[in-house]
């Protein structure tokens, strides 16, 4: 099985201030034949379900604001939130894809300092 | 839009079979490149993947849960089913059954929470 590994668990930002989350792959998950990084990228609010942000490790999803972006290839990515709103306080959750069993990380929870 | 919802018992006992019922609309069971799966989540914890099922009826089980799972589908009634044997407290949980779009998990119910208690 691919082990995601993100980090921190937890951290605290001021409003206005970037946040990074890394996740941490056990294996590539960067398919070569077409270059595409197999991993996405979530945002669950509290008593809400998940909401995919990003997937192929770097392609916004429709409809989520651009403060939010994903970098990284093979084993290590990153998602970044530009400038912290209020309304971005939630845990988030990378996920593979590359094979099976599907993955998920063990969320990194972003509240406001 | 496409709108999943899932039903079932909130309270099971230690040894019963749970069984989940995933209704979707929005999206035909039967279309090529449709996959339906189930996730879950135990309170304060992390997702949990489970199990998958295609357009064609293909399937997929998370290994570690693979014997006691069972996921199946009727594209007359758009309605993807989960059952699980032999629950136990540890599997105490807010399931979700969710729609990949793209091989991601574009759309999901609003979750249920399943007791196992005696």
């Known amino acids: 099985d691919i082990v995601l590994t993100q980090s921190p668990d937890s951290l605290a930002v001021s409003l206005g201030e970037r946040a990074t989350i890394n996740c941490k792959s056990s294996?590539?998950?960067?398919?070569?034949?077409?270059?595409?990084?197999?991993l996405a990228w979530y945002q669950q609010k509290p008593g809400q379900p998940p909401k995919l942000l990003i997937y192929?490790?770097?392609t916004r999803e429709s409809g989520v604001p651009d403060r939010f972006s994903g970098s990284g290839s093979g084993t290590d990515f990153t998602l970044t939130i530009s400038t912290l709103q209020a309304e971005d306080v939630a845990v988030y959750y990378c996920?593979?894809?590359?094979?099976?069993?599907?993955?998920f990380g063990g969320g990194t929870k972003v509240e406001i300092k | 839009q496409i709108i999943l919802k899932e039903s079932g018992p909130t309270l099971v006992t230690p040894t019963q079979t749970l069984t989940l019922t995933c209704t979707v609309s929005?999206?035909?069971?039967?279309?090529?490149?449709?996959?339906v799966a189930w996730i879950r989540q135990p309170p304060g914890k992390a997702l949990e993947w489970l199990a998958l099922?295609?357009?064609?009826?293909?399937?997929r089980y998370s290994p570690s849960l693979k014997s006691g799972l069972t996921i199946t589908k009727d594209a007359s009634k758009n309605q993807v089913v989960l059952t699980m044997t032999n629950m136990d407290p540890v599997d105490t949980a807010t399931y979700y059954c969710?729609?990949?779009?793209?091989?991601?998990?574009?759309?999901w119910g609003q979750g249920m929470l399943v007791t196992v208690s005696s």
């Open positions: 996920q593979q894809y590359y094979n099976y069993p599907l993955t």
């Open positions: 969710t729609h990949r779009r793209q091989q991601v998990f574009a759309y």
């Open positions: 294996q590539s998950i960067l398919y070569s034949s077409n270059n595409n990084n197999y």
């Open positions: 099922i295609n357009g064609e009826g293909n399937t």
């Open positions: 929005g999206l035909s069971l039967s279309s090529s490149g449709m996959s």
């Open positions: 192929w490790a770097s």
